[in-house]
C-alpha cells in the first residue's frame, strides 16, 4: 500500500474525529471514527464509525451523518490542505460487535467439557 495513502487515510481520519468532538459535541460524544479508507485516486473516502450506545445510538449518528456529510467534508476542508478533498461516504463499522461475539464463542468452546 503506497505510503501517502496511509498518511491520508490517518490524516483524515484524525480530523475528522477531531471535528466530531470540538464542533458536533453532542452528536458525536458516543461516535468514534476507527478508519479512513480513502480510494487510490483521492477521490472518494469511505469513513468507518463505531457508537456506543443501544440501536437508537446507532440510528441517530447514521442520521446524523447522513445530514452533515457534506459540512463535515467542507469543514475539513478548511484544516486539510489536499489537491482533491475526498467525498465522504459514511460506513458503521461492526467489527466491535464481530469482535465481542467471536470472543463469546470462543469462551463458550472454552467452557464445554
Avoid at 15 to 36: F, M
Avoid at 40 to 56: I, K, T
Amino acid at each position: 500500500m503506497p505510503k501517502r495513502k496511509v498518511r491520508v487515510d490517518e490524516l483524515l481520519r484524525r480530523e475528522i474525529s477531531t471535528l466530531l468532538h470540538t464542533d458536533y459535541q453532542s452528536e458525536g460524544v458516543y461516535t468514534t471514527i476507527s478508519e479512513v479508507d480513502v480510494s487510490p485516486d483521492l477521490r472518494q473516502a469511505q469513513v468507518y464509525y463505531s457508537v456506543l450506545g443501544g440501536e437508537q445510538r446507532e440510528k441517530e449518528a447514521q442520521r446524523f451523518f447522513r445530514v452533515k456529510a457534506s459540512e463535515i467534508r467542507f469543514k475539513v476542508g478548511k484544516r486539510v490542505v489536499l489537491k482533491y478533498l475526498p467525498f465522504f461516504t459514511f460506513v458503521r463499522d461492526d467489527s466491535l460487535k464481530r469482535g465481542f461475539g467471536l470472543i463469546e464463542k470462543l469462551d463458550d468452546l472454552d467452557e464445554k467439557p
